[in-house]
């Protein structure tokens, strides 16, 4: 059974920072670009970060230029997202995702590319 877990969410202030990690099972990930999405109380499940098969491409939304980082550890078939200067409006659910496309070049923000997904892990930035 193929499964992304998440941890790493928590309940932080503002200006604090996060370390989320993403771990695979069942199937290894390695040839295949890894994102990580963000869903907010009532909004639609939004992209934040994407990262290549190889670790040599990142690509990041606006609102986590600067702030995020993305990387990954293909021994131990992992993908992470630093977050730091947390903002209130980035709590979220976060999701981790795994491309469908074996070693894409060109990275994506579209969820219809993502074929597999964890069950996401709370973020809360209080004020």
């Known amino acids: 059974q193929v499964q992304l877990v998440e941890s790493g969410g928590g309940l932080v202030q503002a200006g604090g920072f996060l370390r989320l990690s993403c771990a695979a099972s069942?199937?290894?990930?390695?040839?295949?670009?890894r994102g990580w999405f963000g869903q907010a109380p009532g909004k639609d499940r939004e992209f934040v970060a994407a990262i290549t098969w190889n670790g040599g491409i990142t690509y990041y939304a606006d609102s986590a230029k600067g702030r995020f980082t993305i990387s990954r550890n293909n021994a131990k078939n992992t993908v992470y997202l630093q977050m730091n200067s947390l903002k209130p409006e980035d709590t979220a659910v976060y999701y981790c995702?795994?491309?469908?496309?074996?070693?894409?070049?060109?990275?994506?923000?579209?969820?219809?590319?993502?074929?597999?997904w964890g069950q996401g892990t709370q973020v809360t930035v209080s004020s």
């Open positions: 069942g199937r290894t990930f390695i040839s295949y670009a």
């Open positions: 995702a795994a491309d469908g496309r074996l070693r894409a070049a060109v990275l994506t923000d579209l969820r219809r590319e993502y074929d597999y």
